[in-house]
């Protein structure tokens, strides 16, 4: 049986039902030829008759991708099919996918109709559509659900029509993926002519499992596979291109191809859900933020020595440049020496123990480390133990409240501590720290700089103070910007003679 998978890609089309990333024709063409470089198979490019906007996007886009299938919806309506022909007579290569429902809830709920008038709706579909294109595509909307010997019927009739694929749609993503799989299997071995189409999958993913019953139907004899980049789509969204062909690429024993260039995947992912104001979720597989990012200590440590044993997949292969090694509190010593060694640091062991603790500290209090917050900590560690060290800090103050600050500090082996007020949380805590140290210092300057953005990061702070006409600098980070700010000012008078 032929290995080669056909990469049917919807995400102009079912992938654009999400309420809110509708499109423009521009941002269409965009993805379309992004599309392109990825190397899907086919792009269903739209929904003709639903609106003007639909109709031109097809026509524009037919003008624009030269190797994939460009491949316009209808319904089993003739209108339809006739404005979807007139949509692709730019195609270099034009497919029209025309269907309805085979389910006996469609049928009967939605279609109020019979078995038989609706094979006889859909032989006319696929005989009006070949009157346009040599290329037709069936779908038996809700075949996930529909009774196997009346799909068989359709299916049968279809391609004796001329349907070069017929479309087996788990339209509301119910079926269980042995259930599909043996649903695949049940047309390929009681469908005679079977052998005349292609077989597709169309999966959603209601219940969380799209992907799996898309391989299960590839595994039991589809060759084509319909999805959307990162899995966007009605409801809970359609197969996720990514994980199906990465699933098939990782798995050698399936032994499936795909004209795929996965080193795009990324680049496509990201314009999708840029253009359709759709994030994506960070612990998305394939191409979420987190899908090669390891912050767990033992995952970390695993990570560096060997790749392979927490990756499945190098990261390169999608187009990730590396895996990421995220520093949080539950990272351990080898993240942390792997870090400093990559921004120019390098610690003994007794060292890098400081560090590490410092590093721990620091940690508990934000959400991850930054290579930045990591130069203050090594350049800290360089500088050594400071003559003049905060032990600790507390200050009052509000609205009513008269700023209050208690110091306390380390100076040669002894502990002092210290209560002042004054107009702010930080006067008072300079305020303190002369009364404690007893010179006379004037602040020249004073700096306060956030490192990067959020209520979490660090705050920089440069002090700059004069004594009998000599100019002394501190410095110091912090999440806390009054101990920053009381560390860089006791950094200054510890540099005092």
Do not use: W
């Not at 990514?242 to 996965?262: F, N, Q, R, W």
């Not at 990061?457 to 440069?462: A, Q, R, W």
Request: proline share 3%; charged share 25%.
């Amino acid at each position: 049986m032929d290995k080669k998978i056909h990469i049917f890609d919807t995400t102009l089309r079912d992938g654009e039902q999400v309420p809110g990333c509708q499109l423009n024709t521009i941002e269409k063409i965009e993805i379309a030829r992004q599309l392109e470089k990825l190397g899907v198979d086919i792009i269903e490019a739209g929904f003709p008759i639903s609106s003007p906007g639909d109709f031109n996007s097809v026509v524009e886009i037919s003008k624009t991708v030269e190797k994939p299938v460009v491949c316009a919806l209808t319904r089993a309506v003739d209108k339809d099919i006739e404005v979807a022909a007139d949509s692709l007579k730019f195609a270099k290569r034009k497919r029209i996918h025309t269907g309805i429902g085979t389910s006996e809830f469609h049928i009967k709920n939605k279609l109020n109709s019979n078995r038989e008038d609706i094979l006889k709706r859909a032989v006319a579909a696929v005989k009006l559509s070949r009157k346009f294109v040599d290329d037709v595509e069936f779908y038996a909307e809700d075949a996930g659900r529909t009774e196997n010997e009346y799909l068989a019927r359709v299916i049968e009739a279809v391609i004796k029509a001329g349907a070069t694929v017929v479309n087996i749609p788990d339209t509301t993503g119910y079926c269980l993926p042995a259930e599909y799989g043996e649903k695949i299997a049940y047309l390929l071995n009681n469908v005679p002519n079977i052998d005349k189409a292609v077989i597709s999958t169309h999966c959603h993913n209601d219940l969380g499992m799209a992907t799996a019953n898309t391989l299960a139907g590839v595994i039991n004899g589809a060759r084509q596979v319909e999805v959307t980049m990162n899995g966007i789509g009605e409801r809970a969204g359609n197969t996720s291109l990514e994980e199906v062909v990465m699933a098939m690429k990782s798995h050698h024993s399936l032994d499936y191809e795909t004209g795929i260039d996965t080193r795009q995947i990324i680049r496509t992912s990201k314009l999708v859900s840029t253009l359709m104001r759709m994030p994506v979720q960070p612990n998305k597989a394939i191409v979420g933020r987190n899908a090669f990012a390891h912050s767990s200590g033992i995952h970390q440590d695993g990570v560096l020595k060997n790749r392979q044993n927490y990756e499945i997949i190098d990261p390169a292969e999608v187009g990730v440049k590396e895996s990421a090694i995220v520093l949080t509190a539950r990272s351990g010593r080898a993240a942390l020496k792997h870090r400093l060694q990559i921004i120019g640091y390098d610690f003994d062991s007794d060292e890098l123990e400081d560090v590490y603790n410092r590093f721990l500290d620091l940690a508990d209090r934000k959400k991850d480390i930054s290579d930045e917050d990591l130069e203050i900590l090594a350049g800290r560690e360089k500088k050594g133990k400071p003559p003049i060290e905060l032990v600790s800090l507390q200050v009052m103050c509000g609205k009513s409240t008269i700023p209050t600050a208690t110091v306390q500090v380390s100076f040669k082996g002894d502990v002092f501590t210290e209560t002042a007020s004054g107009n702010g949380p930080i006067d008072a805590s300079f305020t303190a720290v002369k009364n404690l140290v007893k010179r006379r210092v004037r602040l020249e300057e004073f700096l306060i700089q956030a490192i990067t953005r959020g209520s979490d990061d660090l705050g920089k702070v440069h002090v700059q103070i004069e004594h009998k006409g000599d100019n002394y600098y501190g410095f110091s980070a912090h999440t806390d910007i009054v101990t920053a700010s009381v560390e860089a000012f006791l950094d200054a008078l510890g540099k005092i003679s």
